[in-house]
């Protein structure tokens, strides 16, 4: 009986695991969840059966204008983006001033064969984009798509 | 009838083997007593070793209701914890097919082609072309000799 009882609680455990969500535990989530439903932002979230075709799992965007008051401005912005740098594999930026105006980020990836992305931008007229990829694409794969869109 | 005509009747009745199952209980306590007659000590042997016997049966039934019962219990709970899980999983399957969502200034649109028009309106903001990279390289005090 003591073995059948593991072999549940096995089943259960590997079951939340799986369940667990890849975006939960990046300092990123507290931008979308904070940002996500603000008047003037913009957040899209797309699962794979929309995205199979890119490869993709999971497509989470956030277009906002990052607050001028408070604590939660682009500093904290890029706050939460620099936490989450830390796992990256690959990192590709560009500063103005000293100041984050893109990034490029692939983190570590969740499981095998499932990478992770994390792509930033804020333009002149301070709207910022936050997006968040999660698939089996490359990292080429994911260049070649960003470089043929303009 | 004395006692003693009586338990002689039913061992009679016994080795015919037409007794009931009461009338084998009445000999069994019979014999499993103290007073005994000694022409009757005879079969005291006998109905010790039945009674001895049946308060076994009695034990090993008793055991086995309550494992089948344990065993009842155990695999309902297992069957209710798996049915919870495939419930949940189902449940979250179907979230799964919401999970295609674009929320704008505060409002959720459930709305595919909207979603991805708005996706594709933030992909291409992080985009960039041949010039956004030339840009990049090229600091800005020399960038007129080049233009």
Not at chain 1, 38 to 52: C, F, Y
Not at chain 1, 109 to 115: E, L, M, R, S
Not at chain 2, 124 to 131: A, L
């Amino acid at each position: 009986m003591k073995k059948e009882i593991k072999y549940l609680i096995m089943l259960i455990m590997f079951f939340f695991t799986v369940n667990l969500s890849a975006q939960e535990g990046l300092q990123i989530s507290d931008v979308f969840q904070y940002y996500g439903k603000e008047h003037g932002s913009t957040m899209v979230q797309l699962s794979s059966e929309i995205l199979s075709s890119y490869n993709m799992t999971l497509y989470i965007s956030l277009s906002f204008h990052p607050s001028t008051k408070g604590n939660k401005g682009l500093d904290w912005v890029t706050d939460c983006i620099n936490q989450d740098k830390k796992r990256a594999k690959k990192i590709k930026e560009t500063m103005l001033d000293g100041k984050l105006q893109s990034g490029y980020y692939q983190l570590s990836q969740i499981q095998k064969g499932t990478n992770r992305f994390i792509l930033f931008k804020i333009n002149q007229k301070q709207k910022a984009t936050l997006i968040y990829i999660e698939g089996s694409l490359d990292s080429a794969e994911l260049v070649t798509m960003l470089f043929n869109k303009k | 009838m004395t006692k003693k005509e009586n338990i002689r009747k039913l061992l009679d009745k016994y080795f015919e083997g037409s007794t009931s199952c009461k009338e084998e209980q009445l000999l069994r306590n019979y014999f499993t007593s103290c007073n005994i007659p000694e022409d009757l000590k005879v079969y005291k042997p006998i109905f010790e070793y039945m009674d001895e016997q049946a308060k076994e049966v009695s034990t090993t039934k008793k055991t086995s209701i309550s494992h089948n019962i344990f065993l009842h219990y155990t695999w309902g709970a297992i069957a209710a914890t798996l049915l919870l899980i495939l419930g949940f999983t189902a449940y979250n399957n179907f979230n799964h097919s919401n999970n295609n969502y674009v929320i704008i200034n505060g409002e959720k649109y459930t709305n595919v082609r909207l979603a991805q028009q708005q996706a594709q309106k933030a992909f291409d903001e992080v985009s960039f072309s041949k010039d956004d990279v030339t840009n990049d390289l090229i600091p800005e005090d020399m960038k007129e000799g080049f233009e």
